[in-house]
């Protein structure tokens, strides 16, 4: 398993603005994963973070809005950007600390509404 | 048709009761499959995940796996309140680093 820390753990933002979540990891882990939740809906991963190459981002999400850094294997931060109400949702970091895509942990969420 | 189906609920049942919560999925390559527990606005907790078919019981949950139906299930005995929740399914094709998740079934136990 994983302990995995993410900061904030909820914040209002005003549109336009840009915000930095992250997240901490207690163990090295290779694979580390972005997904959003909106409101009432189910998980959508938004990008893959292996630490020391580009983010692989998922079809309708884009670099510019959803710059990613992986600095090291306990580590990651996504950043929103130019934020709209439409962003408004649940931002979870996961991991795969064994590797082999067989399960994954979840951080506690970064709760975010933009009004 | 969704890859992964799953009943949003919401279901409720007395305090005590057996629940059932169910999945059915398309891909026949899917080899992993989990539950996570979501309490509202946190994030999902792993429950269980199992890879064979057949049963894997932990204290009151038990996941049931029927590859040859494409479906799964989670039952709770012995209900509480505390298990008030959303449940997601998810599954994966080992090495893919793929999961992909049921929308969740929402769970609420009346005391």
């Known amino acids: 398993s994983a302990v995995i820390s993410q900061k904030p753990s909820r914040d209002i933002c005003q549109r336009g603005t840009s915000l930095t979540i992250q997240c901490q990891v207690d163990?090295?882990?290779?694979?580390m994963f972005w997904y959003r939740q909106q409101p009432g809906q189910s998980l959508t991963l938004i990008a893959t973070?292996?630490?020391?190459?580009?983010?692989?981002?998922e079809s309708g999400f884009v670099i510019d809005k959803f710059p990613i850094s992986r600095p090291n294997l306990t580590f990651s931060t996504l950043t929103v950007s130019n934020m709209s109400p439409e962003d408004s949702s649940i931002y979870l970091c996961?991991?795969?600390?064994?590797?082999?895509?067989?399960?994954?942990?979840f951080g506690e969420g970064s709760w975010l509404t933009v009004v | 048709q969704k890859e992964v189906e799953q009943d949003p609920g919401p279901l409720s049942v007395p305090e005590g009761a057996i629940v059932s919560l169910n999945c059915t999925y398309s891909n026949s390559a899917f080899q992993y499959f989990m539950w996570y527990r979501q309490y509202s606005r946190k994030g999902p907790e792993l429950l269980m995940y199992t890879y064979s078919s057949g049963n894997k019981e932990d204290g009151r949950f038990t996941a049931q796996v029927d590859k040859s139906s494409k479906y799964i299930s989670l039952f709770i005995r012995d209900s509480q309140p505390s298990d008030s929740a959303t449940y997601l399914c998810a599954m994966s094709v080992s090495g893919t680093y793929k999961y992909i998740f049921g929308t969740g079934t929402r769970l609420k136990v009346l005391a």
């Open positions: 996961s991991v795969d600390p064994g590797g082999r895509g067989n399960t994954i942990y």
């Open positions: 973070a292996n630490q020391g190459s580009e983010a692989t981002y």
């Open positions: 163990s090295q882990v290779t694979m």
